[in-house]
Antibody
């Protein structure tokens, strides 16, 4: 049974850096078959993909957040992490981590998220 | 502003069939990228409902089905049940953004 669990502060001050960690169980981050993504959802709004990391350490980020986002992986702990700098109230959201795999066994067709964490509400305060 | 457009809400009586549309463009669905659907019950994380346009993960009832044509896709729910009341999101890949994009979300209400 694959499980993902986000952890990190629920409150971050404006202009500071938001840091979250996702711990994966039931699957190995180092297996090489999957990407590992972060997705967020402001209250009452839709989902926004933040970015993803592959086993090799290669990353892809949403262009709208790219200048502020860093995703990293710690294979020894089977964890991956998100850092979002210079946060504002607009960054207040529930942050999800998710396992990200290629559609039809090839990323030529895109990818999707088969397992999600329960979510971590992060509020940015002034 | 979501890249993929969905109707804000759809509703139906128990037992009825409802469909949710997801309209994209030539850089995502229209470019041939697969469409995936998620169900989000109130207060919970999204759950994968349909992947690869029309495939159901193990455990998802066959009342849920997906289809894709051109730059659009649809999710159909037949035999609507009270437990289907949730938000539904489509998702695809966008080549101009080099990443995943989601629909605006559709709230399904069972009358």
């Amino acid at each position: 049974q694959v499980q993902l669990q986000e952890s990190g502060p629920g409150l971050v001050k404006s202009s500071q850096t938001l840091s979250l960690t996702c711990t994966v169980s039931g699957a190995s981050i180092s297996s090489g078959r999957y990407y590992w993504s972060w997705i967020r959802q402001p209250a009452g709004k839709g989902l926004e993909w933040i970015g993803r990391i592959y086993t090799s350490g290669s990353t892809n980020y949403n262009p709208s957040l790219k200048s502020r986002v860093t995703i990293s992986v710690d294979m020894s702990k089977n964890q991956f992490s998100l850092k979002l700098s210079s946060v504002t109230a607009a960054d207040t959201a529930v942050y999800y981590c998710a396992r990200d795999l290629c559609s039809r066994d090839s990323c030529y067709w895109g990818d999707y998220f088969d397992y999600w964490g329960q979510g971590n509400l992060v509020t940015v305060s002034s | 502003q979501s890249v993929l457009t969905q109707p804000p809400s759809v509703s139906g009586a128990p037992g009825q069939r409802v469909t949710i549309s997801c309209t994209g463009s030539s850089s995502n669905i229209g470019a041939g990228y697969d469409v995936h659907w998620y169900q989000q019950l109130p207060g919970t994380a999204p759950k994968l409902l349909i992947y690869g346009n029309n495939n159901r993960p193990s455990g998802v009832p066959d009342r849920f089905s997906g289809s894709k044509s051109g730059a659009s896709a649809s999710l159909a729910i037949t035999g609507l049940q009270a437990e289907d009341e949730a938000d539904y999101y489509c998702q695809s890949y966008d080549s101009s953004l080099s990443g995943s994009v989601f629909g605006s979300g559709t709230k399904v209400t069972v009358l």
